[in-house]
Structure formats: C-alpha cells, structure tokens
C-alpha cells in the first residue's frame, strides 16, 4: 500500500486519514496475562475429527487445554493506549487448545476461543484466532479480603464463559503447589487464517495455516492443582461435541510475550 | 474447498464438523430494520480525504449520511435463528456514509460504523464495513406509553453512539410529516475489503473495492423531519475529524433488503 | 422532607442540589410495553411455598404467568427523557407472577423478576418488585424482513433470560389467532415492599405488602398462541424450584399504563 | 421476622423459600480491593451544597476525594461464592467524597457514586451509598506486559467512569513513590439512608445519617503520585457542579476491610 496511491491509513480497518481509528494497530504486539490452563484428555476419534489436514494428531492423541486468561494488550505503535484508553487494552478469553502436529512438528490448534472485545476479535481473525464475543467471568483472588485470600495451596479458582445467553465452558482449579515455569505445555500454536469471498461463498479469498511468530516469552508466579472442566451442550456452539473428557491438572501462572505475526505454513 | 480434502465446515471461522458455529453464515442475508438517517452538508475538502481513488466525488461533494438502525437478520441457511436464539439476530449500528462515485455511478462509501455484536461486526468485515463495537441507544416510540407516544408529526427520536467509554455520534430527527419512499437517498454502497497479511504488515492479504449486491428492497412507513447531528471528539475515533456539519433533514422508516454478495470492482 | 431543612432534592438517592441525578423520578411513572405473557399450572404445593401470610392462595391453586417485556417508561417530571436519553427510559423485564389472593381479592404475587437497568431495578425495591439484573433476549418480529416476518399467525417469539452467567427463564409463544384484550389476565399485583435495616440484619426497617395504584390502562393489537416456559436450574436462583409445569397458553400485546404509586395493605 | 409467621427467608429481595436467591446476603461483608484515591480541593461554596444538616462543613473546607476501585467481596454466609459465580463477587466503583464533619467528628460523605453489577448497588441503598450503574474501565499494570509494566514509578494509572452513554468521571495517577499506609486519609464515612414511600413521594419511609461499622481494615502495597481529574458535564448528572478543582496527588493501594453493618446517627 503506497501512501501516494493510497491516502488512507491502518493496519485494519477503518482505514482512515490519520490512520488513529483501526480496530486493530500493527504488530508487535506486547501482552501481558494472567492465565489458567486446565490439561484434559478427551476421546482421540473426537479429537480427530477437529484437526484438518495438514494437521495431524499429535504425539499425545485426545489430549487437549483449556485457557482462561484475563490480557492486557498495546501495540508498538500505541504503547501507552492502556492509559490513554484501558477498554482498549484489557480483554478476557476462553478458549480449547488440541494437540495435534505439523509435518512432525507438534503444537496446538483452537477450535473454539471467546473473547469480550472487539479489537481482540480482530486481531484474533487475522492470526487466524476463530473468536466470538462472550462475557467471561473469573475468580479474582486478592490477599486481603479475609475470606477469599490471595493464591495459596487451597486457592481455589473459577472461569465462567456465557455467550448468546448460554454458558458454554466452566473450568477451575485448586491450587495444590507453586510449580516451575518449566512444567507449563509448551504454547505453540497452528492457527487457520479464513476469509471468505465476497463473490463466492465456498471459495474463501485467504485460507491458510500459519505458525504465530511469538517472542519474549516470561512466565512467572506459577501454581499447580487440581482442575475441573466442562464443556456445555449449545443451540449454536459445538464445543460439547468433543465429549467426555478427563480433566488432568492445570496451571495459574502469570505470562508475558510479544507476537510480531505469523509465518505461512500451508495454503488451501 | 473440497469437503473430502478439508472436512471442516463454515461460511466463517470458526470452521467445524458440523458448521453449525461460524460467527457468520452465508450469504443470502435477510434484513428488516427501523432506520434512522439524517442528511448532512460538510466542508467538501475535508470529505474527500475519505474517499480513496479510485472511488472520487460523488455529485454533491460534501453531502454525507447517518443511519442509527436498529436490524433483525438471518441467514438463508438458519432462517429459524430468530426464535432459536434472538440474541444471535439483532443488532444496532451507527454508520456514517460519504457520497462518492466510482467511473462516474454515483454512491456511497462508508468511513465509520459502530454496531453491537459480534456476527455483524464480522459480517460487516466479509462485506467491506469498517465495524467497531459500540453502545447505540435508540429511542422507542410507542403508541401506548402516555407521555412518549408513536410515530406521528411532532414525535422525537435519537440515536446516541457510545464506543469505549466516549460518546461519539449523536443523531435525532423531529417528525414533520408523513413521506414517501422516493424520496430516500438510493442506498448504493462502495465497500473496502481489507484483510491484512500476518506475514508484512503493510502489504493486505486481501484489499479490495467492492458494491453490495442488494435485492428485494422494501421500505414502509416513512416520515420526514427536522435533523440535528453531532460527532464528538475522541481519542480514539476520527469522525469529528468531518468538521462542522450542516444537517440537512432526514427520514425514519422501515426497510427489508436481501444480500446475496458482492461484486469485486477493484483491487488495490 | 422540608426543603428549608433540608436543602438536597430528589425522590431517591443519590439526593442532590438540583434534583436532577436521581436513580428513580418520582411517580406517576408512564409505561408502553410490548408483552409476552405465559399462563402455566404449577403444583400448588410447591406455590404455596412462595406466598406469605397474609396473602393465601388465590382460587386457582398452582396457576403462574410468566412475563417477557420491553418497556419504555418516563416520568412526570421528565416527561421528554426517552428522546434526551433513551438509555434512562428503555428497559426489558422476565417475571414470574403467582396466582394469590388478599381478604378474599385475588391477584398476583412477584417472587421473581430480573431486569436490564438500574432505574427499573431501584423504581422495583420502591414498589415492591424484587428485581434483580439479567441480560433479556427477545425475538424481533419485523414485516420486511423476509424470513422473520410481523405479527401473524404462525409468528414465533421467543424470550430468554440470562443472569450472572446461568439462562434461569426460558419463554416462547406461537402466534394461533388475534384475541381481545378482555381475554387477558387481570394485572392486578401485591408486591412486598423490604429494606432492610443497617443496625440489626434479621429486623427490616421497612416490609409491608402494598398494592400497585395503576391507572389507564390500555391493551392493543392481542395475540393468542401456544405456549413453551421453561425455568432452569442455577446456583443462585431459586425459579426451577417452581418444579414441572404445563403451559396453558399464552398471549403477546402492546400495553400502556400509568403508576401513580402503592397503596399499603399490611405492615409485617 | 419471625421464621413461623414469615416462611421466607432472606436479607433482601426477593424473599424465598431457601433464601438463597437474595440480591444481597446479611452482613458481615469482607472486602479486598484495588484503590486509586486522588484527593482535591474545591471551592468550599460549592461543595457546601452537598452537604446536608446536620452534617457540617469540615476542617478542610472543599477537600474531597474521587476512589476508582475494584473489589471482590464475599459475605459470610456465602464465603465460597468468588468460587461458585465470581461474577457475584467482583465489581468496580467510581466514587466522589467530600469531607464533613457530624457533632465535631470529620469524616466524608458520598454525594455521588456508580457501580457496575446489582448486588452492590442495592447493597450500597442498604447502607447509604446513592449507587447508579455504569461502565468503569481500569488501567490493568502487569509485571509482564513489556510496554504496560508493572507498578514501580513512573507508572500510570487511569479510570474512566461512563453512565447512560455519558462519560462522567476520569481520574489518573503517575506513581511517584511508594508510600506509608499511615499516609492515606481516613476512610470514615457518614452514609444517608434514604427509602421512599410508596404512598407519599415526598415523605420518605427511611432518611437517616449512618456511620459504617467497618472493622479489620488492612492496606498494603501503597504508592503515592501525582494525580488528574475531571468531572464531565451530563444532562443527566451533577457532578461537574463541583466546578473547577484542583488535584491535590493521590495513592494506589490494596485495602481489605470487614463491614458489619452500620450505626444510625440521625434521624430526618
């Protein structure tokens, strides 16, 4: 886009003159959160049927994570927007993670995400994040209300994500021990860029694979415990469909890093 | 996209086996709304830095648009969404329109619109509307209420317009008397597909001029009035940035209009 | 209240130099409404429960409606606010009524009543409704839209309500044939007025039964139809306690009305 | 209320056979929270008006303090409901003191205040806070975020308080220093109760000056700066009648507290 031909601005739209109103500002992209996974193993012949090919089954067949995570975003172009603005920089979401590998290298797809902001739907649909609009609701521990105490062995932690008038997932985890860093499933992440023509239906104009490119990974403040997991039935979601699952732990931990795009793995 | 190759289903992300949860279905799209527009004259050169070439001066440089509606909408493929789940087709936006034209038909393009889901914050996005998500407060007339009262000559409405936390449009139109549908402004809209690369910032995967393709327009039950409109500053939105504005009348009434598409007139 | 002696203004907190900021405008308070209304039979030994001495039971043991409204209220003194802020003057209410009776009058009780704006919940405390708030999702009938369509036999409406996370009430009503207003159920309510005291949590500084003084009320354009209700389990709602019911019908109306206030029938 | 003659249970409404449904459980109720105070001095006249006898004007003449706070809070008859709904737990709050003082004891009554979830806002009608709702966004600081950062100095935070489309309160601090709890002012708070009748308008049914019995106070983590504020003009709310004030610098801290109830002082 030469700024001679073209005299609009944005990395998004609206594409403006002062290029200040995009939905979504140009990566890098700094984030800063505070998550809970919940690991789960699910029936692998359900799982199997979320994983389009190229993807294939990972090395841990069934085997998925649930995120519950409470974000706060700026970009490189805005960096003090969580000041200027904090509606625009703190979002929350809820989304399921599936095992699953690319050309033997294994990692996660996702199904199914919800957010509650309209700058994190975006950002999410072009890196290839399948988000809808939903509240979600989370445990807020705090150290010095005298009856729900701050994270401790015996916190107990609680997410909640209703969308349409429907709760869809409810996850949560009793803090059993702090856990090293190192023990968190490492985030790698395929993810489906998807958009449709407008000219034909079934022909999308972008349909492709992509790795996100993540860098500065932190993690710190982690806890492990005991986690519980449901997946709930929906006139319009289909996240129950994976089944019967067996929740196998999770994780509260705090992280930090930076996405500055993604690399193009395959196109349909 | 072949099924036997990609078994996924969707019109939209998020793609699945049953299809049943991409935020939007596919077009045709089935409107009926209660509009409220409201003409404006504004200073032609500030207008035309919205109107990127190839699109130029409409025939009345200057002259714009604000539609507060409130609309139902389903799809083709789920016509029952209505009852199943109501939340899932009802929404309300705020748009700003420009008048334009491209090789010399005239139109509209559309630099700001704010509605108030998901499913049409992105159908929008599949169509070439720069939505954003916003509060959108719209009087409700009704015959019953004493004080308020129906549609009639002296009845009041107004549109307010609230995006993360800033009041930024206003609208309102004091019925003057009963009008004709011909005396509508022509809903012709130009549209600006835009869905960045992951891999260049500055380089869109997908960028593209494009008019809707509208059938089965109905309209009923129009009256005329007196206008007033407002932007507001913001940090964040530019449409104050169209300068002082000189209301020029405006209409409320109901429409229905089916989408089946668009047609692609341009690519950048 | 001697304004001498007392210099803030209002009807109800916050009470101010200018009167002006109000949650609650004093009465009488101008409504329109469009109403979904579900007859259903209960087992009377479970409504029982729900209604206090002094009412008792009316002379249709176990019989409930459910309510599924949007209003649009205004008050005396600020007779113009749905076109200064419609926010202020739009609301959706679901509730729960129950058939009882007073010294041998019968009427309804409220036990459950959940709405989507603060004005109504407080302008509820001071009548006597015990509102609480929820999101309340209605279907919107519209003659141009080509697939939903008006009001007509055949019509399907659908209420939801969603609060804190949970869908508790669940309404819908197939549109058989156009009714009179004579058909309808008298709205005739016994509310329970409480507010506790701060000194001493078991003893309420006010809590007495009153009857809503309502004045010209007018129905219109009635629909008679097949009913669906369901209440749903939730943690912190008591509504599916009601136990199994069988729908009786149902009607969907526009309603106009006017409270002028309560008249006090027994202080507890 | 006696349990033989009054089957239903409850603090508040609704009443119902469980009592578990109340919008608001008995005190004692603890908090924990995250605090902005931002202290300023306005023209002692103005801030007059606020002040009803027999309050009085208190040493400070025109000092107050604008909180921008998110809490969770429990009660104790339900301590494990941050767990079972968070969303019943947590909420944010914008509020204005003014400081006063009652038979020569200084404190700060709480002319204006919006919260954003229902048991808080009757809640605070019990204990004398005058609370509408709103949208309260917050500056999230996180240690990890690489261009948000943690709290440390130079660290800003902002709050933005929007009502009915209006925005009506901002405030902000840049952390200076950390500072000593025995800085922060005193929170003692003289509250008016105040419930109508319903069959006199002008003739309150409860209107009395409590003080909040609060006990265990615990505050932590304090940290002084510089402070911002702004109070918008409204059609609907009065605040900016404070007129043209002056920051006086503020603090953010953590603050945990226990309220048992309250002590009527005066009796209008």
Redesign the interface.
């Known amino acids: 886009?030469v700024e001679e031909?073209?005299?609009?601005k944005g990395?998004?739209?609206?594409?403006?003159?002062?290029g200040?109103?995009s939905?979504?500002e140009?990566?890098p992209w700094?984030?800063?959160?505070?998550i809970m996974q919940l690991m789960f193993q699910a029936d692998p012949d359900r799982i199997k049927?979320?994983i389009?090919?190229p993807l294939e089954m990972g090395p841990y067949p069934g085997q998925g994570i649930v995120w519950f995570v409470?974000w706060?975003?700026?970009s490189?172009s805005n960096?003090?927007l969580?000041?200027?603005?904090?509606?625009?920089?703190?979002y929350r979401e809820c989304l399921v993670l599936i095992g699953c590998s690319f050309q033997g290298e294994s990692g996660y797809i996702n199904?199914?995400?919800w957010v509650n902001?309209?700058f994190t739907?975006?950002r999410g649909?072009?890196?290839?994040?399948?988000?809808?609009?939903a509240?979600i609701?989370?445990?807020?521990?705090?150290?010095?209300?005298?009856?729900?105490g701050g994270k401790r062995v015996g916190a107990?932690?609680?997410?909640?994500c209703?969308a349409?008038?429907?709760?869809v997932v409810e996850g949560?985890l009793e803090f059993t021990r702090q856990a090293d860093p190192s023990e968190l499933p490492a985030p790698r992440f395929f993810l489906?860029?998807?958009?449709?023509s407008?000219?034909?239906?079934?022909?999308?104009?972008?349909?492709e694979i992509?790795r996100s490119v993540v860098s500065?990974v932190?993690?710190?403040d982690v806890w492990a415990g005991n986690a519980d997991i449901a997946f709930m039935e929906s006139?319009?979601?289909?996240v129950a469909?994976i089944g019967p699952i067996q929740p196998l732990g999770g994780f509260y931990h705090?992280?930090?890093l930076?996405i500055t795009?993604?690399?193009?793995l395959y196109r349909?």
Chains 1, 2, 3, 4 share one sequence.
Request: aromatic content about 12%; glycine content about 6%; proline content about 13%.
């Open positions: 886009m031909q073209f005299p609009l990395y998004s739209l609206p594409l403006t003159p002062q200040r109103s939905v979504v140009p990566p700094y984030y800063g959160g505070d049927a979320l389009p090919p409470e706060v975003s700026v490189e960096p003090d969580a000041f200027i603005n904090p509606e625009r920089t703190i199904p199914y995400i902001n309209d739907l975006m649909f072009f890196q290839g994040f399948p988000k809808k609009l509240r609701y989370l445990t807020k521990l705090h150290d010095l209300n005298p009856k729900v107990k932690f609680k997410g909640i209703e349409h008038g429907e709760r949560s489906m860029r998807h958009f449709p407008i000219e034909e239906p079934s022909k999308p104009a972008v349909h992509v500065d932190k993690v710190a006139a319009v979601e289909e469909d705090q992280m930090g930076t795009g993604g690399k193009v349909y």
